[in-house]
């Protein structure tokens, strides 16, 4: 009987050729997509998932409310971990990551500048499982200056050979001794570098002092243990360790900060949320994230599973319109299979049999389509995903239940619906009748331009909001300047490289400053106009030069900027207007502001105050910035030239060739800031991409669905057609008699896109305190657009129609 | 009123060329009352669809008062079929989704008429063919002569030249059969031409000339003047 079906099946197939192909296409595409889209899904919730302890290690972070305002640092002070770890016999153990600067590495006579060493204490190996090629994981990191690389970091300096035990020279400092070699970061790592250095190698690790947040603490909790009721408890640990230091600082007790609406607490991240939630589900600052570390969002995951979900059902509904609609070709032979005995449950079974066949044709189409498209899509965003076709035994039968499942989804329905024709019925019915209309198939049809309509809507909300972003006025001239990232290495010559390039006609101005425009832009308490107090403000600081301003083109609100002219710039401060206002200042200039340090307070007179301009990504409003003047940290350094628009290629070489007779070990690495700019959205901009090709894709398995529609529904009204001709109409009127019903359909579908994309994309617009709007021509846009795809693909079955002599379609019955 | 020369008609399919009008040459004047007969097969019906424009010859030349209209495309055609030539069939042809009200209608609305307009002429018609009181019936919920007489109706509302009329007693009893060629008869004698194919000689005889075809031929033309009776 199987054998029969399948003979049934596969002529069936053959014989309604168009139908085959526009239903196979469109699952295959779907398919396709769905499975893209489903291995980007898996990968993004997989990290961190390699560490067998995964479920058992946390991230300590501080969540403080300062004067109204809500900071979460992913960073903690030095005496954290080791804390935790001697108070709470829940915690089996912890490890600390830091970072202090890059070093410069010594081969031969080489010295290549390495900016991605971090500090680790001795027990990072017995939290994260990261094997090690070479070395002892319990005491790599025990001594000073023990360096743990990476394979790519050793291959660089030793090649194939075992470096273990071997000195590297460092450039102006110690050297260090090679005590393992680890296995390169799983890709999905929240956390990756190029080497561990010991962090005994800065005795600044062994601090007790608790006010300067700067390590990540990750703790290893016993098994069993409930986190929630150890963060409570770990709070008294803040009352006994930060409240005295606090109280020193701040000249108040702990309590009066607290009764002045403030708070201060330690609270536990589970390692594997670090991916996807830090920002929504935490509130974690970005900026007080490792400079490299790779961030998400949960809501892309929420996001691209549901595009793929709806791809899907767009591709399943195609299916189950184009098999009902055809149903009367095929009730001769249910009637004739009931009339020689063929229960109705056989006939359900056979026609499950057919889809779940042109389904598994579909499925392995797919598979050569995301085989195919895969390296595109890695590309596309910056991810190796893989089928894993051979080395994950899960995959095959996942596919044949995937195929099942979609078969029965697809099939089920029309089955029973076929099935279900009785075959008195069948030799009444005058096939050829009816206008080929049903509910059903008009809500399914429904839906799928319903999901259409919402991903243009989306697809153009997120490129109008990149748009925005990319040409929004950041407050400061962003074009033709040009950043030197690297120029931290002229160190002590800076002066005199800055002089070399003022000389030259292509150059208007320079300015050596800190890093802007990224993440881990660092932040202090300050007072303003008092040296202790309950009301520290929250400030970013920048270090720069006395050219800074003038550089960037920046307005001066109040006061000046630096000067030459004045030998005590160096005790001032310029701060923003939203400086100024968080102060509550009214008259600020001449004020004084007090920076608090561990090593007592510093304090400046404040001498201007600039006009706000973004120096962050534009998901965040500008926030209070403080300038010092002084030469920036040597690795944060970076020196922002703005070029003449004229002779631009001679006046990069110009830079090149100084820094050049400046600088014999590394190139000049720079940039066009506006590049830089660029960088702080890429991942609204490849969501922009997925979003638009997935859009395009979504669409047009819909137009398939319609196509095959169209020509069922025209097929069923062909006398009409003929008859309406041969009585006068025109094929204008006769598109319009036909799109009719379409064009219902779609509007109503509109009905239904619109709130839903209205509200999702105002909700992902909520992500930017800069953004744009979601205006009223977008929603027109959208609909136009799939009114005319549409329209076209009736169309065009229409004019076939149309354009047949009339009499044929008389003939026809 | 309607001329043709050399007409013919090839049909082609894959393997076999089937010649469905060889070389007609067939005249008829304003007012006439035309019968085509002739065994099943012989083109009847196609020379009546090429007549009505609904088709196209292979080749040969067709006047249509005095017009060249061989060679037109399908607008050109529907352009002259519009308002010019109406359309009876053997199966009625109505479109099952309007109601009665609405198929005699459809002419008058590709024609432009005012909706006013349309409502006299319709309702004229319709009390003409004795089917008002079926007015808002749907075609399935009338019998075959009542269906006839609407898509008499619907061929004669927008006052055509040429009725074109293919069997149009063929699935009629012989009750409804007479009054549909009385109705007929009545238009010819308001001046309306009028060119019938039929299997029925006695209905034939309503006509004033028989054209008999045979294998795509015309073999006898038989005056049946009136004024000779």
């Known amino acids: 009987m199987f054998s029969n079906y399948l003979k049934i099946a596969l002529r069936n197939l053959k014989k309604y050729k168009g139908f085959t192909l526009i239903n196979i296409t469109g699952l295959a595409v779907g398919i396709a997509c769905f499975i893209v889209l489903s291995l980007f899904i898996l990968d993004e919730l997989g990290y961190d998932s390699f560490n067998k302890n995964a479920d058992r290690i946390y991230r300590v972070y501080v969540h403080s409310v300062v004067n109204g305002i809500e900071t979460s640092n992913s960073k903690t002070a030095a005496p954290t971990g080791e804390t935790l770890l001697r108070d709470f016999p829940e915690v089996e153990n912890y490890t600390r990551i830091g970072y202090f600067e890059h070093y410069k590495f010594r081969k031969g006579d080489q010295v290549f500048r390495e900016s991605g060493i971090y500090t680790a204490d001795s027990s990072y190996f017995q939290i994260f499982s990261l094997p090690l090629l070479y070395g002892d994981a319990n005491t790599a990191l025990l001594k000073p200056n023990s360096l743990v690389m990476t394979e790519t970091l050793a291959k660089k300096y030793f090649g194939d050979e075992n470096p273990l035990g071997k000195m590297i020279q460092i450039e102006g400092r110690d050297a260090f001794q090679v005590t393992g070699v680890m296995r390169n970061y799983p890709d999905k790592s929240h956390f990756s570098c190029d080497g561990l250095l010991s962090s005994s190698t800065y005795p600044i690790t062994q601090s007790h002092y608790w006010l300067d947040l700067w390590y990540t603490t990750y703790i290893l909790l016993r098994e069993g243990t409930e986190p929630r009721e150890l963060e409570e408890k770990m709070q008294k640990t803040v009352l006994d360790n930060v409240g005295p230091q606090a109280e020193a600082l701040l000249g108040i007790r702990l309590e009066q900060f607290y009764a002045a609406g403030n708070s201060y607490g330690f609270y536990l991240q589970p390692l594997t949320s670090i991916h996807l939630r830090s920002q929504r589900d935490y509130q974690i600052d970005l900026n007080t994230e490792w400079g490299d570390i790779k961030t998400s969002d949960i809501v892309y995951v929420w996001f691209f599973s549901a595009v793929a979900f709806f791809i899907l059902l767009i591709a399943v509904i195609n299916f189950i319109n184009l098999a009902t609609a055809r149903s009367e070709n095929r009730a001769k032979e249910v009637g004739i299979r009931k009339t020689v005995g063929s229960s109705q449950f056989k006939l359900v079974g056979q026609f499950i049999i057919e889809s779940v066949l042109m389904c598994a044709i579909a499925v392995f189409i797919a598979l050569v389509l995301v085989e195919l498209v895969l390296p595109w899509f890695n590309t596309l965003i910056g991810k190796k995903l893989d089928l894993q076709f051979f080395n994950n035994l899960a995959t095959i039968p996942v596919l044949i239940l995937f195929t099942l499942v979609v078969g029965l989804l697809a099939g089920g329905y029309p089955a029973f619906y076929l099935a279900a024709v009785q075959p008195g019925q069948i030799l009444k019915a005058s096939t050829g009748r009816g206008s080929g209309k049903s509910a059903l198939r008009s809500a399914l049809v429904i839906i799928q331009f319903t999901i259409s309509i919402a991903l243009i809507i989306g697809t153009i909300v997120i490129k109008k909001q990149v748009n925005y972003i990319q040409n929004k006025d950041l407050g400061f001239k962003k074009d033709f300047l040009l950043s030197i990232n690297n120029a931290g290495v002229l160190g002590p010559r800076m002066e005199e490289f800055k002089q070399q390039l003022e000389g030259n006609p292509g150059i208007i101005s320079l300015t050596n400053g800190s890093r802007m425009f990224e993440s881990g832009i660092p932040g202090n308490g300050y007072l303003y106009d008092k040296k202790s107090g309950t009301d520290p403000v929250s400030f970013q600081y920048l270090d720069v030069d006395y050219d800074f301003l003038k550089t960037f083109q920046i307005e001066l609100r109040d006061g000046r900027f630096f000067s030459r002219d004045f030998s005590t710039d160096t005790n001032a401060v310029v701060i923003n207007e939203a400086g100024v206002k968080d102060c509550h200042a009214t008259d600020p200039v001449g004020k004084e502001l007090t920076k608090i340090g561990e090593r007592g307070s510093q304090t400046f007179t404040i001498i201007g105050v600039v006009k706000d301009f973004n120096y962050e990504s534009l998901h965040r409003e500008v926030r209070p910035l403080a300038f010092h003047l002084c030469h920036p940290r040597q690795p944060a350094s970076i020196l922002t030239v703005r070029v003449a628009s004229q002779n631009l290629p001679a006046t990069i070489k110009y830079i090149e060739e100084t820094w050049n007779r400046f600088i014999q070990t590394e190139g000049c690495y720079y940039t066009f800031l506006e590049q830089n700019l660029a960088n702080m959205y890429i991942a609204e901009q490849k969501t922009g991409i997925v979003t638009t090709v997935f859009s395009i894709l979504a669409i047009f398995i819909a137009c398939l669905g319609l196509f095959g529609l169209a020509a069922f529904v025209i097929e069923k009204r062909f006398k009409e057609i003929g008859i309406r001709k041969i009585l006068g109409a025109s094929p204008l009127s006769l598109l319009g008699m036909l799109a009719q019903d379409f064009a219902k359909w779609i509007l109503l579908a509109n009905v239904i896109a619109w709130p839903c994309a209205w509200y999702v994309m105002n909700k992902w617009l909520q992500n930017f305190a800069y953004r744009t709007e979601t205006s009223w021509w977008i929603f027109i846009l959208a609909t136009g657009l799939v009114l005319i795809i549409a329209m076209l693909t009736i169309g065009y079955q229409t004019m076939r129609a149309v354009r047949t002599n009339p009499v044929d379609s008389l003939h026809y019955e | ?229």
């Not at chain 2, 609904?54 to 008062?65: H, K, R, W």
């Not at chain 2, 004669?156 to 293919?166: G, N």
């Open chain 2, 1 to 229: 009123m309607i001329k043709t020369t050399n007409l013919t008609k090839v049909y082609q399919t894959d393997e076999i060329e089937t010649t469905a009008l060889n070389n007609i040459n067939f005249q008829v004047n304003e007012g006439e009352f035309v019968s085509i007969m002739g065994p099943s097969g012989c083109g009847k019906s196609t020379l009546l669809n090429v007549i009505g424009l609904i088709d196209t010859a292979s080749s040969g030349e067709y006047y249509f008062n005095g017009i060249e209209v061989a060679k037109f495309n399908e607008r050109q055609r529907a352009n002259i079929r519009k308002g010019n030539i109406g359309f009876v069939f053997q199966s009625f042809n109505l479109i099952d989704e309007l109601t009665v009200y609405e198929n005699i209608e459809l002419p008058l609305l590709y024609l432009k008429v005012s909706a006013t307009e349309r409502k006299k002429m319709v309702n004229e018609v319709m009390e003409h063919m004795q089917i008002m009181h079926r007015k808002s019936h749907f075609p399935q919920q009338l019998s075959g002569g009542q269906q006839q007489r609407v898509a008499v109706a619907r061929a004669v509302v927008a006052k055509p030249k040429v009725i074109l009329a293919d069997e149009p007693t063929g699935n009629l009893d012989s009750k409804h059969g007479d009054e549909v060629m009385n109705i007929l008869t009545e238009l010819n004698e308001a001046g309306t031409t009028i060119i019938m194919v039929t299997h029925s000689p006695s209905y034939a005889e309503y006509s004033n000339r028989i054209v008999h075809l045979f294998d795509g031929k015309v073999v006898t033309e038989n005056m049946k003047n009136k004024f000779h009776l």
